[in-house]
């Protein structure tokens, strides 16, 4: 089949040919008994599928309407493990599996990808799949700074490609429904936003050199990717690789924030943009200020630090406060307000923050109708862009002003220079 033929088109054809033979084809293969034919299946392989990417993956695994058929990953054992999960799921042997993610994105049968490697990986492998024609749902961070959100979402964009970031909190209830209060103008006119975080830090020195292993088991420099070189130690790839320099961005502001962050650039209305004025007080208190007054106010999600979050409401909190009122949302099914009545008559859902079963479900439900995802590459953009800008500030230990619509700081060398960085060879773009 030549590779510009539509393949479900091709699938259609095939199954109206062959319904003379009933006997040949089962339910299955015709969209009865509740399953979903071919034809309206969706197509997805895995690019290093490892603790949260299995979270994720259980997530797609439940739709009727996709078929897992393939990982890829540096990591021999990591890639058994996934084949073995779908293939257990599906009752078959037929998952292929990859040590390079060129082996999926090169296969014309597969429609989407789900990028779960590190930090170093994310942006370089979403933009390689929007140029294999692929649909992308991305973990977080999606990049490792300014210029791979830039980067991420000209190639989204340019490629015409689906693209969802796995900031999974805009699609739980009790979230959505605190940025809609703020967005509907419940809260009265919006006067301050608060992000949950993690206290910023250096990185940490580099793990002990160990030999790198046969690349047949864990291939080193694949696993690296476009990082910068440095010597193999086996604790990196069983997760140790946060707070290293290279493999982790932007000293631990991301991690967190690029969650509480992006919904608080949701709630302020603020998605096509960053706050203008970015200042560290502490390594968990930072202050930004947008162009429309609204502030933003970054601090630490729990333990001794700035400010009390309501008790109760979990991990990743967000607050929105009005000039009429305020509302606050966490992790563990958490929401308050200051007027109980914003929260009467609304569903009570049991879904927690963590769960991405409904941001899959919007991420598959866009591949079919090509609209945008509920945070697609643009609200990464910016929501990211406001993540690293902020920690940029707090690195250089002083306030900065950043233009939003040139990306850049304003007559700051220093902090211009701490936007970007070089891939290392062969894996640039």
């Known amino acids: 089949m030549n590779s510009e033929t539509n393949r479900r088109k091709f699938l259609s054809s095939t199954a109206v040919v062959s319904i003379g033979f009933p006997a040949l084809i089962p339910a299955s293969a015709l969209g009865r008994n509740g399953s979903v034919a071919p034809s309206n299946r969706i197509v997805v392989g895995g690019i290093g ?29 990591r890639r058994e493990l996934i084949k073995s999960e779908a293939d257990k799921h599906y009752g078959n042997r037929d998952c292929a599996i990859y040590d390079d993610m060129s082996g999926v994105l090169e296969r014309d049968d597969i429609d989407a990808v789900l990028v779960t490697t590190g930090d170093r990986w994310h942006a370089t492998a979403s933009i390689y799949a929007a140029r294999a024609g692929k649909d992308i749902y991305c973990e977080k961070p999606c990049a490792m700074n300014i210029q791979e959100c830039q980067e991420l979402d000209d190639n989204i964009k340019k490629h015409g490609r689906v693209f969802q970031a796995g900031t999974q909190r805009r699609s739980v209830p009790n979230f959505r429904l605190a940025a809609d209060l703020a967005l509907k103008g419940k809260l009265g006119q919006v006067k301050e936003v608060h992000a949950g975080i993690l206290q910023l830090q250096d990185y940490l020195d580099p793990l002990p050199a160990q030999n790198e292993p046969d690349p047949a ?45 992006d919904l608080c650039q949701w709630a302020a209305d603020a998605d096509g943009t960053t706050p203008i004025e970015f200042e560290a007080a502490s390594n968990s208190l ?3 200020k947008y162009a429309n007054g609204i502030k933003l106010v970054m601090r630490l999600s729990s333990g001794k630090g700035v400010g ?14 009005g000039d009429e009122g305020w509302v606050e949302a966490g992790d563990h ?17 049991q879904m927690r923050g963590t769960d991405p079963l409904l941001h899959v479900r919007n991420f598959l439900d866009c591949v079919k109708s090509r609209e945008q995802p509920v945070c697609n ?17 707090w690195k250089l230990g002083r306030r900065v002003t950043f233009d939003p619509k040139k990306e850049s700081f304003v007559n700051d060398a220093e902090a211009n220079a701490l936007r970007g960085y070089q891939r290392r060879a062969p894996f640039t773009i």
């Not at 990196?236 to 509480?260: I, V």
């Not at 007027?339 to 009570?348: F, V």
Request: net charge positive; hydrophobic share 40%; glycine share 8%.
């Open 333 to 349: 099914l958490g929401l308050s307000a200051s007027h109980p009545e914003l929260l009467k008559g609304e569903p009570k859902s």
């Open 308 to 321: 009390k979050w309501i008790k109760g409401l979990g991990t990743c909190p967000v607050r929105f406060v």
């Open 49 to 77: 599928v490892g603790r949260r990417g299995q979270k994720v993956l259980d997530s797609f695994l439940q739709q009727r309407d996709t078929q897992f058929v393939a990982v890829a990953d540096p990591q021999k054992a």
């Open 217 to 261: 088991i864990i291939d080193w420099d694949k696993w690296l990717g476009p990082a910068p070189k440095i010597p193999f130690n086996e604790a990196y790839c069983r997760g140790r690789w946060r707070n290293h320099k290279g493999l982790y961005s932007a000293w631990r502001l991301p991690e967190w924030g690029s969650h509480t962050i």
């Open 377 to 393: 590459s643009t609200a990464v953009r910016y929501g990211h862009m406001a993540c690293f800008a902020a920690a940029i500030s």
């Open 286 to 288: 930072l202050h930004a």
